[in-house]
């Protein structure tokens, strides 16, 4: 139900956008968040955007270069990522939750991998 595109091969300092798309329902309400995964590290937090998409919020290592946005009317959240770094390098997700920030997720996108080159 939630589909991430926009993943690649990139060097470091450039640009990927990432896009996650619902499907087969409307996430109307629901505030979304995209979190990574790091081979070997846990899952993080990476931004989060409410519903309306009046407030965001991001994690620490990526405010300033990471801009989380959505447009309900395509039911799809991006996450522009510019500025990257070789550490940015993970799979990244999507999920929808009713809790703003970082509440428990409702649903998960399948990921899309992201590679930073040095």
């Known amino acids: 139900q939630l589909v991430e595109s926009g993943g690649g091969l990139v060097q470091a300092e450039g640009s990927l956008r990432l896009s996650c798309a619902a499907s087969?329902?409307?996430?109307?309400?629901?505030?979304m968040d995209w979190f990574r995964q790091a081979p070997g590290k846990e899952r993080e937090f990476v931004a989060a955007i409410t519903w309306s998409g009046g407030s965001t919020t991001y994690a620490d290592s990526v405010k300033g270069r990471f801009t989380i946005s959505r447009d309900n009317a395509k039911n799809t959240v991006y996450l522009q990522m510019n500025s990257l770094k070789p550490e940015d390098t993970a799979v990244y997700y999507c999920?929808?939750?009713?809790?703003?920030?970082?509440?428990?997720?409702?649903?998960w996108g399948q990921g899309t991998q992201v590679t930073v080159s040095s």
């Open positions: 087969g329902r409307t996430f109307s309400g629901y505030h």
């Open positions: 999920a929808a939750t009713r809790v703003f920030p970082r509440g428990n997720v409702d649903y």
